[in-house]
């Protein structure tokens, strides 16, 4: 009960953030301009023909992977953002002391403000995913082919971002949690789109250069896993060589499986339970 308590409280002052204004501006930004950039796909000639139904598709597809990631990333400034003040923020203003009095354990306040965080990521990956589909429906005809898994996905990715957040907060400031955990999960992207080069050139190097990111910091992997669920089950025929073997950035060749899946689960709960060891152990 104490935990939910904090769940809701964490909601209610996230709703009271700038973030939250700057997440709304950027989100509905990127709505529009998606809806007008399939629009155009769709009235313009290319080579004085319009698409088939069948190019259409695949390209909306690939389309809509690049605005989901779009929507990732704003999803991932925002937590990590929010994530940081959660303990450092705080600490440093002396609320903490007031919050962290015993009978209260500090883990179950921290558990708490990590379920009221999970609960506002999950939240807005739903609502703006939710939004950018009926965009693609309405303007190309397309609707991916696993959505609900897909969100699904993204939403964890989210929630893993916010946990490594959450464990930075226990040992830096806030600004510098946020900066740290948003430039990581830009640095796996990177490091996922570099292994995927190498396992279309065939160079194993390379590519475990990506695998070593997303089992490290699975937020990639999580990424792919979504990418997989919103493309058209067609896509992987309709491109070939390295696209096909991992070489396009919003192109997945396998969908997520159940032990990658479980040693995200087993991550973040090892995160979340180093970040309330340390913030036992922290002074105020």
Same mark, same amino acid.
């Given at each position: 009960?104490?935990?939910?308590?904090?769940?809701?409280?964490?909601?209610?002052?996230?709703? !009271?953030?700038?973030?939250?204004?700057?997440?709304?501006?950027?989100?509905?930004?990127?709505?529009?301009?998606?809806?007008?950039?399939?629009?155009?796909?769709?009235?313009?000639?290319?080579? @004085?023909?319009?698409?088939?139904?069948?190019?259409?598709?695949?390209?909306?597809?690939?389309?809509?992977?690049?605005?989901?990631?779009?929507?990732?990333?704003?999803?991932?400034?925002?937590?990590?953002?929010?994530?940081?003040?959660?303990?450092?923020?705080?600490?440093?203003? @002396?609320?903490?002391?007031?919050?962290?009095?015993?009978?209260? !354990?500090?883990?179950?306040?921290? %558990?708490?403000?990590?379920?009221?965080?999970?609960?506002?990521?999950?939240?807005?990956?739903?609502?703006? @995913?939710?939004?950018?589909?009926?965009?693609?429906?309405?303007?190309?005809?397309?609707?991916?082919?696993?959505?609900?898994?897909?969100?699904?996905?993204?939403?964890?990715?989210?929630?893993?971002?916010?946990?490594?957040?959450?464990?930075?907060?226990?040992?830096?400031?806030?600004?510098?949690?946020?900066?740290?955990? %948003?430039?990581?999960?830009?640095?796996?992207?990177?490091?996922?789109?570099?292994?995927?080069?190498?396992?279309?050139?065939?160079?194993?190097?390379?590519?475990?250069?990506?695998? %070593?990111?997303?089992?490290?910091?699975?937020?990639?992997?999580?990424?792919?896993?979504?990418?997989?669920?919103?493309?058209?089950?067609?896509?992987?025929?309709?491109?070939?060589?390295?696209?096909?073997?991992?070489?396009?950035?919003?192109?997945?060749?396998?969908?997520?499986?159940?032990?990658?899946?479980?040693?995200?689960?087993?991550?973040?709960?090892? %995160?979340?339970?180093?970040?309330?060891?340390?913030?036992?152990?922290?002074?105020?």
């Amino acid at each position: 009960m104490i935990v939910l308590t904090f769940a809701a409280l964490t909601l209610r002052e996230a709703a !009271r953030r700038k973030v939250l204004r700057a997440l709304a501006v950027l989100t509905v930004v990127l709505l529009a301009l998606s809806a007008w950039g399939f629009h155009t796909l769709v009235t313009k000639e290319f080579d @004085g023909a319009q698409l088939t139904t069948g190019e259409l598709r695949l390209i909306a597809s690939q389309l809509l992977n690049l605005v989901m990631f779009g929507l990732s990333l704003i999803a991932a400034l925002g937590t990590a953002f929010l994530a940081g003040p959660t303990v450092a923020g705080e600490v440093e203003s @002396g609320t903490a002391l007031a919050i962290l009095a015993r009978p209260i !354990r500090r883990s179950t306040v921290l %558990v708490g403000k990590w379920l009221g965080l999970v609960a506002f990521g999950g939240g807005f990956i739903a609502l703006a @995913g939710l939004a950018q589909f009926v965009i693609v429906y309405a303007t190309t005809g397309y609707w991916p082919s696993d959505p609900v898994t897909g969100l699904a996905l993204l939403a964890f990715q989210t929630a893993v971002l916010l946990t490594l957040g959450l464990l930075f907060s226990t040992l830096i400031s806030p600004m510098a949690s946020g900066v740290v955990a %948003v430039g990581l999960f830009g640095a796996t992207w990177i490091a996922g789109v570099v292994g995927g080069v190498g396992r279309g050139l065939g160079n194993d190097s390379v590519a475990a250069v990506g695998t %070593v990111s997303q089992v490290l910091l699975p937020t990639d992997g999580l990424w792919r896993g979504a990418m997989y669920a919103f493309q058209d089950p067609a896509a992987l025929l309709g491109f070939g060589g390295p696209a096909v073997k991992g070489g396009f950035p919003f192109l997945s060749d396998a969908p997520l499986t159940w032990a990658y899946l479980a040693w995200t689960i087993t991550w973040t709960a090892v %995160v979340l339970g180093l970040a309330a060891l340390l913030l036992r152990r922290r002074d105020l």
